[in-house]
């Protein structure tokens, strides 16, 4: 059984930093692409940043960029998101997720296996 589980949110003022990590256990990690998605109050999930199997190709969203960093850790089955000069546009559910597969594509429909999410709030 695939289990994806995020961890490291939480309430941070503006121009702050958070990391973000996800753990994925009952697949083999080196076989998947990985990738972070949020979905704030009233709005569509959107694609964040995605990495491929062995961190050589990386997508960042032009929202992110410059500030987050997206890596991952294959001995310890781990994905992580590095935040930084967090602003309150950054608010919301951020989501793990898994797909089998090359590159960094970061399209919702590439990914099969879901963490349940992690709140990341920012407070002007």
């Known amino acids: 059984q695939v289990q994806v589980v995020e961890s490291g949110g939480g309430l941070v003022q503006a121009g702050g930093s958070l990391r973000l990590s996800c753990t994925a256990s009952?697949?083999?990690?080196?076989?998947?692409?990985m990738g972070w998605f949020r979905q704030a109050p009233g709005k569509e999930r959107e694609a964040v940043s995605c990495?491929?199997?062995?961190?050589?190709?990386?997508y960042y969203a032009d929202s992110v960029k410059g500030r987050y960093t997206i890596s991952r850790e294959n001995a310890k089955n781990t994905l992580y998101l590095e935040m930084n000069k967090l602003n309150p546009e950054d608010t919301a559910m951020y989501y793990c997720?898994?797909?089998?597969?090359?590159?960094?594509?970061?399209?919702?429909?590439?990914?099969?296996?879901w963490g349940q999410g992690t709140q990341v709030t920012v407070s002007s």
């Open positions: 997720a898994a797909g089998r597969g090359s590159g960094s594509v970061c399209a919702e429909r590439y990914y099969r296996y």
């Open positions: 009952g697949l083999t990690f080196n076989d998947y692409r």
């Open positions: 990495i491929s199997w062995n961190g050589g190709s990386t």
